[in-house]
Nanobody
Framework: QVQLVESGGGLVQAGGSLRLSCAAS????????MGWFRQAPGKEREFVAT???????YYAVSVKGRFTISRDNAKNTVYLQMNTLKPEDSAVYFC???????????????WGQGTQVTVSS
């Protein structure tokens, strides 16, 4: 069982930056692939980024070059650095844990409660 708690969301102007954190409970964090997803009102939850156990990263086209996912296994934490934010990045951001690398939400076994990111124009 893995419990995930996100933090770092908030209100930011377009062009600004935010860093999201996701703290995981348990002693098996390093054995999981970690991902970030987001869901805007009226839209389906979508893949943002994922990082493998060895640190390989994958990004959605819409965020590549602006967002960076990283992990600190010693702190049981995964991060999402978001730069050059756009109003269309506004959403609830969720972190999730999976056994293998995937961009599909259905492959992730554990989810956090989400943190709101709002980007004003």
């Amino acid at each position: 069982q893995v419990q995930l708690v996100e933090s770092g969301g908030g209100l930011v102007q377009a062009g600004g930056s935010l860093r999201l954190s996701c703290a995981a409970s348990g002693h098996t964090f390093s054995s999981y692939v970690m991902g970030w997803f987001r869901q805007a009102p009226g839209k389906e939850r979508e893949f943002v980024a994922t990082i493998s156990r060895s640190g390989n990263t994958y990004y959605a086209v819409s965020v590549k070059g602006r967002f960076t996912i990283s992990r600190d296994n010693a702190k049981n934490t995964v991060y999402l650095q978001m730069n050059t934010l756009k109003p269309e990045d506004s959403a609830v951001y969720f972190c999730a844990a999976a056994k293998s690398v995937s961009i599909r939400m259905y492959d992730y076994d554990y989810w956090g409660q989400g943190t709101q990111v709002t980007v004003s124009s």
